[in-house]
Nanobody, 111 residues
């Protein structure tokens, strides 16, 4: 059984920063990309970023240049460093690997 647990969300002012973490327990069949998604109030879930097993990264254009995804394959932890946050970044953020999802962590950007 694979479990993903996100943490690090909270309330931050516009322009502020947060770092989300996602700890993965259990084993997956083969190396996979670790992805981040978010769901804003009243909107569909949106892909945010992905880090491949080799460390390559890709970002949604809405966050490119402000967010940095990373992974630690030793501790099976994924990170999402978020800077210059905007009110439009307010959402529940989820990490994902294969078909497994975390419970989400709330990020609220407001003054």
């Amino acid at each position: 059984q694979v479990h993903l647990v996100e943490s690090g969300g909270g309330l931050v002012q516009p322009g502020g920063s947060l770092t989300l973490s996602c700890v993965i327990s259990g084993s997956v069949d083969s190396p996979n990309g670790m992805a981040w998604y978010r769901r804003a109030p009243g909107k569909q879930r949106e892909w945010v970023a992905v880090v491949t097993p080799s460390g390559q990264k890709a970002y949604n254009s809405a966050v490119d240049g402000r967010f940095t995804a990373s992974r630690d394959n030793v501790t099976n932890t994924a990170y999402l460093q978020m800077s210059n946050l905007k009110p439009d970044d307010t959402a529940v953020y989820y990490c994902n690997i294969q078909q497994f999802w975390g419970q989400g962590t709330q990020v609220t950007v407001s003054s």
